[in-house]
């Protein structure tokens, strides 16, 4: 039997977000993209180092960057300027670049992982003909995090797929942009994804003096 709003037993109970970060992830800022880069590099972690750039510069979400194949990214056995793949959650096709420092991390660690176009670029430690699991992605990120001194409660996956998308925002005001990078199927999810504002708006109006 339900309680009502005025049993006091109700009040009694905790919620089950107390304590807990539930609104957006941060993005990263630079200086944190490059001492998890030397964190990293420092440590030899390949597959982790070419996970890490390929999240910042894919902006996917974590299903789908964990099922990325080989094939998605290498051509000719050299690795892609710029990739496409079908999203799961909306069965849309989103392109995305890959960038010098992700083209040479992701190759390093194809080099040692080895396979053909059709296996996943991270394979599961459980399974090799598997994927690297969400859950596991999602664990990676908050050791990540942490690791540079960050709180692991404000930041996710999500924040892999943010951070780039924000920079770009920030440095161009363009959301139809950021709109087409993220796969969005309208701008009100990606206003929303930002956290667009009116001081925001407001700071790309003053750029402009007529």
């Known amino acids: 039997m ?7 037993a109700v009040h009694e109970r905790r919620p ?18 490059w001492a998890i880069r030397f964190y990293l590099d420092e440590h030899r972690r390949l ?23 080989i094939g998605d ?12 793949v079908i999203q799961q959650k909306t ?6 670049e890959i960038m010098t420092e992700a083209r ?3 190759e390093e660690w194809l080099q040692r992982r080895g396979g053909t176009i059709f296996n996943f670029v991270f394979p599961s430690r459980v399974d090799y003909l598997g994927h690297l699991s969400t859950r596991q992605y999602a664990r990676l990120v908050d050791e990540w995090v942490s690791i540079v001194g960050l709180d692991k409660r404000e930041y996710g996956t999500h924040s892999m797929r943010r951070t780039k998308a924000s920079l770009i925002y920030k440095a161009t005001g363009n959301l139809r942009a950021i709109q087409i990078l993220l796969g969005h199927t309208n701008i009100e999810n990606t206003v929303r994804y930002l956290g667009v504002d009116v001081d925001d708006a407001l700071t790309l109006s003053e750029r402009t003096d007529i």
């Open 16 to 33: 089950w977000n107390a304590g807990r970060n539930v609104g957006p992830k941060r993005p990263l800022k630079p200086r944190d993209i």
């Open 73 to 84: 990214i290498v051509s000719g056995g050299q690795i892609r300027n710029r990739a496409t």
């Open 104 to 106: 040479r991390s992701v």
């Open 47 to 69: 597959r982790d180092r070419a996970l890490f750039d390929l999240a910042i510069d894919s902006k996917l979400r974590g299903c789908d960057l964990v099922k990325l194949k």
């Open 2 to 8: 339900g309680h009502s709003d005025l049993d006091p």
């Open 91 to 96: 069965n849309r096709p989103v392109q995305f």
